[in-house]
């Protein structure tokens, strides 16, 4: 065959580095079907592609939206549903897809280039040569069913979405900014009423007209073998070679060769009703036209102006309309990247009979800034933000590529010249020589005196009662005129649909693919260095250490510094909890909330709050203060701050000041109980969370953190906190204070610093400003981290006896369940690889549980918990319309599978390995996270530094067997009564039978309500609180249903 000696027909063209981050990008363009091909090269072991289409159609049809989903049900040659995501999952990879207004995104995320080149030309075939079948179109897109109700995955998609407030005030937005000829104006999402009617060759007929080589580009983020890659699309090319319309052939490129929106004439506001039963509070979308997305310069400047005026609590608009004037709740801003992009700013949370002033108060606000000086300092620290915050995204995620390179393609010059511009960031050169003059003209231009599209969002219990009526009215008219033998024929053509899709793959077409080699998966190496307490540790010979040996020493802090070539420094303080006494535990997540946002005394004067903010936005790219939960301990806590290079020991000393120098003041205090009050009425209407909680309560110690944060436990400690700080404020401030005291320590504190080591300024010795403290000791022994199994109480280490609990909630009408029983201790187990791959098997997309309890309508979703060390297994069941039969279900399924009556099988079992390496990819993807692994795994668990490697190693070698020992030993005993409690959340309607279900299996069962499980860690109620109502938002079932209700026999 001639073909295999013709170069592929690839034409380069450009290549670059982009000078602010360690990524090359290069353009090719195929010259015979004029597909692109846009590649990233930037190290790591994941590859990230997004085959993108520009799409554009001037309906609401929805037919954009139907491929999305229709282009995975099968190709010309693979005529099988789920071939492609099983293929991908033994691969190392993940596929997923978009849709957006103008274009539709297919992503394939994988680990190592080798998986990536395996599914490529597959996935390819997919979306450029789909089988689009009726069947496929009846379960996908829209059908009616034997009751005579609308279904299909993308009607049903929309009809949760329809009437939310943001969809009614976007769209109608959308319809007076741009006419009828203009693809913006439309649903592409699809309406419900066009979904009805929409026919399989409409979507042909858009598949056919947009969905061609020409106006695809393959997007790839990450490590690509190019030469590979331009062979196995010149040979997909080749594949398709008799459909690829001629280049010369009349195409007219979407959006850009299709006509421009006319400027708007005039200023329109109007109001859309959304459904709402609570009529108090609105919200208002504003848009105006702004510059061309291809401008750098212009369209940076609007970034900036945003920021500006609505970037955080202390800019302009969001200061005066939020904080001083209490007029919305917030303020936000974005643009849309289009020729004449939009910018949207949508002020949240408005009085509803205030929508209309509000909506003149922000436009006369506006018109105010513009008409006087700007705070040119202010808006110089924007736009250094802006570019440092763009060099940092541009390092650490692979969607700054993705973004940039998709917009270009749908709206940039196809010949590279605006994609080039992507290779520096000299706008913001530009936009630094701005002055005051230049900026105001730019708002005057495009906003201020800009006519512009509002619309005021009002809430409506009418409409909400009137939508449902007419739907109502409308399926008993349908169910009518069919007939009761117009629905028989719906519910088979459904089920004939149905069977003609599940069309069972056959085994040897998968075993086409090996599975892939892992040698192309190229982990991040980070060197490890230590210094003062960490040095117990052991240390390591490399270049990074010696760094770190040769610079002066100080007080003898535990430091591990990760070395990988990042332009940043990324910090983080993990700070234990073990000293702080149960008592305070509640108080933490106040504590970290009040963190950053309250007064400090620096140089022995006081700085508000609003000052420390805007000197900590001026000093770091980014600052959190969080569980420890992202480095593996659940009972510590973790203070990051991203900074440059530079702001080493500026970083430091703010951790003094935030450390020992803040000022604990009622008011902020107050400000903090307040919203997190707000957040607990609808934390306990959420039945999967609360079934957690219990859980939770049930087998662990109150010490734990876990335990003390629990809505559960702030449902009644924050009331008594809050009329204890208004009664006698220095209690609980002093309370604030010894919780302070308890975990800012010598001895409670581990420092990781992930940086360029080589460029650090005295990267040891700086942390003295901190270590020096009147409250640190450095002859202190650093506290041991506590290990997860340790937090368990006497029913947590041997759960069983508490049996079931069912607690009905009104605010559902599905049920949720965990079951817990005893699990691994500790990541040397020798079983541990075996179990996870039993657990990887288990949960498989179209594996055994999903057919077994999602594939017969028995829940949404079943998982495992995947804790190594807590000492506990949990299985959990996710929106059910009755958990005992799914928990029945996959008790049946997993035992037959443990006692080898269901044979493994093997592309699950390849999958479930595949599944993990992909996993640690995705930990490790970069530098920041792989730099953290290392931490986790030497400082937090205590294991060697190749642990992951030898794990992955392990997981291949698991035999049968061992699968099934691990199912039996491990799996099987969380749905066994007497070695697992149950935990259910469901309906009230469902108690009785619930009750009836757990106790034939053989469990104890109680009924119980929410409030039998509140806890207020021994923060009385004052004498004087007979009266007020301590559940004023109460269901009120739980005030009337407290009694226990002991089981049936
Ligand atoms: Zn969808």
Excluded at 47 to 62: C, H, K, P, R, V
Excluded at 153 to 161: D, H, R, T
Excluded at 573 to 592: D, M, N, Q, R, V
Aim: glycine share 6%.
């Amino acid at each position: 065959m001639p073909s295999q000696v013709l170069k592929p027909r690839f034409r380069k063209v450009q290549t670059f580095q982009t000078n602010y981050a360690p990524a090359v990008i290069t353009q090719y363009e195929s010259e015979r079907s004029g597909m692109q091909v846009v590649v990233a090269d930037r190290k790591g072991p994941k590859i990230n592609g997004y085959f993108t289409l520009a799409t554009e159609i001037f309906d609401d049809s929805g037919a954009p939206h139907t491929l999305e989903h229709l282009v995975f049900m099968g190709s010309k040659n693979y005529r099988y549903k789920g071939l492609l995501d099983k293929l991908a999952g033994r691969a190392y990879s993940n596929t997923n897809a978009w849709t957006a207004v103008d274009h539709t995104a297919y992503t394939l995320e994988t680990a190592g280039w080798d998986g990536f080149a395996q599914i490529l030309p597959v996935y390819l075939e997919h979306v450029i040569v789909p089988n689009i079948t009726d069947d496929a179109c009846v379960t996908e897109v829209h059908h009616v069913d034997g009751e005579g109700n609308d279904a299909g995955v993308v009607y049903s998609e929309m009809q949760a979405l329809q009437y939310s407030s943001s969809e009614l005030m976007d769209l109608r937005a959308r319809r007076l900014l741009y006419p009828e000829n203009i693809g913006f104006r439309y649903e592409t999402g699809g309406m419900m009423e066009a979904l009805r009617v929409l026919t399989p060759e409409r979507i042909r007929a858009f598949h056919k007209a947009m969905y061609q080589p020409r106006n695809l580009v393959i997007v790839i983020v990450g490590e690509a073998d190019h030469e590979n890659l331009l062979q196995i699309l010149d040979e997909f090319e080749e594949s398709i070679k008799d459909i690829i319309s001629p280049l010369d052939d009349d195409f007219k490129r979407p959006f850009v060769d299709s006509p421009q929106p006319p400027p708007l004439k005039e200023t329109t506001v109007e109001t859309v009703e959304f459904p709402e039963e609570d009529e108090s509070t609105g919200e208002i979308l504003v848009a105006f036209f702004g510059p061309d997305c291809n401008d750098q310069v212009q369209i940076t400047a609007m970034g900036i102006l945003i920021t500006y005026l609505c970037g955080s609590s202390v800019s302009v608009i969001e200061n005066i309309m939020v904080e001083r004037e209490e007029l919305a709740s917030s303020v936000s801003g974005w643009w849309d990247a289009r020729p004449n992009s939009v910018i949207w700013f949508q002020p949240a949370g408005v009085e509803t009979e205030k929508l209309a002033f509000v909506e003149q108060r922000f436009i006369s606000l506006l018109k105010e800034v513009a008409s006087k000086p700007l705070d040119m300092a202010y808006m110089t620290e924007c736009i250094q933000r802006d570019r440092r915050q763009v060099k940092f995204q541009a390092e650490g995620s692979e969607g700054f590529y993705s973004n940039n390179i998709i917009t270009d393609y749908l709206f940039g010059k196809r010949d590279g010249s605006t994609l080039a511009e992507l290779q520096c960031l000299k706008e913001y050169d530009v936009l630094e020589a701005w002055g005051d003059k230049e900026w105001r003209a730019f708002l005057t231009k495009w906003l201020s005196d800009a006519h512009h599209v509002s619309i005021l969002g009002k809430p409506s219990m009418k409409l909400a009662t009137s939508l449902k009526e007419a739907e109502e009215a409308r399926i008993a008219r349908r169910k009518e005129a069919l007939g009761e033998d117009g629905l028989q024929e719906l519910k088979v053509r459904l089920e004939i649909a149905k069977n003609n899709n599940e069309k069972p793959i056959p085994p040897g077409i998968l075993d086409q693919w090996p599975v892939p080699d892992t040698s192309s998966i190229h982990f991040i190496e980070s060197a490890t260095a230590r210094s003062g307490k960490a040095r117990i540790l052991g240390a390591s010979v490399n270049s990074a250490q010696k760094v770190i040996d040769a610079a002066p020493q100080g007080l003898p802090l535990f430091i591990q510094f990760e070395d990988v070539p990042t332009n940043f420094v990324h910090l983080t303080i993990h700070i234990g909890t073990s000293e702080t006494p149960a008592k305070y535990k509640p108080l933490l997540p106040l504590f970290a909330d009040n963190f950053y946002n309250t007064p400090v005394v620096r140089d022995g004067k006081q700085m508000e709050f609003e000052d420390v903010v805007k000197q900590l936005e001026k000093d770091t790219i980014s600052y959190q203060i969080n569980g420890a939960g992202r480095v593996g301990d659940y009972e510590g806590m973790t203070i990051q701050f991203q900074v440059e290079p530079d702001k080493y020991s500026t970083m430091i000393s703010w951790l003094r000041t935030l450390m020992f120098d803040t000022v604990f003041d009622p008011v902020r205090i107050k400000a903090a109980i307040v919203k997190a009050l707000a957040d607990i009425p609808e934390a306990k209407r959420d039945g999967r969370s609360m079934a957690q909680e219990i859980d939770t309560g049930i087998h662990m110690r109150p010490e734990s953190n876990l335990v003390a944060r629990r809505t559960l436990v702030k449902a009644v400690y924050l009331r008594r906190l809050k009329k204890l700080l208004e009664k006698e404020p220095e209690t609980v401030i002093s309370w604030f204070d010894d919780l302070r005291r308890s975990l800012f320590t010598f001895q409670n504190l581990r420092v990781l610093v992930t940086a360029d080591v080589a460029k650090l300024a005295n990267p040891v010795a700086a942390w003295d400003a901190l270590t020096s403290a009147p409250h640190m000791d450095p002859t202190k022994d650093i506290l041991p981290i506590t290990k997860p199994y340790a937090m368990l109480n006497d029913e947590g280490n041997a759960p069983g006896s508490f049996g079931s609990v069912i607690i009905p909630m009104t605010t559902l009408d599905s049920s949720y369940s965990v079951s817990t029983a005893t699990g691994l201790k500790s990541f040397a187990d020798p079983r541990l690889p075996a179990y996870l791959v039993a657990l990887g098997y288990l949960e498989a997309v179209e594996g055994p549980l999903w057919n077994a309890v999602r594939g017969n309508g028995l829940a949404y979703g079943v998982s495992f918990t995947r804790e190594v060390d807590g000492g506990f297994i949990q299985y959990r069941v996710y929106r059910s319309p009755d958990a005992s039969k799914a928990i029945e279900a996959s008790r049946a399924t997993v035992s037959r599978l443990a006692s080898g009556k269901d044979p493994l099988d093997r592309h699950l079992v390849e999958g479930a390995v595949s599944g993990i390496v992909l996993a640690a990819a995705d930990e490790q993807a970069t530098m920041a996270a792989a730099a953290q692994q290392n931490f986790l795994l030497g400082v937090i668990r205590g294991l060697e530094p190749d642990w992951n490697r030898k794990i992955l190693a392990r997981v291949r070698e698991v035999t049968d067997d061992e699968i099934r020992a691990a199912m039996t030993e491990i799996v099987l005993p969380v749905f066994e009564p007497g070695k697992s409690n149950v935990v259910v959340t469901c309906a009230p309607i469902m108690e009785e039978s619930m009750v009836k279900a757990l106790s034939e299996m053989g469990y104890k069962t109680q009924v119980q309500p929410l409030s039998h499980f509140y806890d207020d860690y021994g923060l009385k109620a004052d004498e004087d609180e007979g009266n007020d109502d301590e559940d004023e938002d109460d269901d009120s079932e739980e005030e009337s249903d407290g009694s226990d209700e002991d089981m049936e026999d």
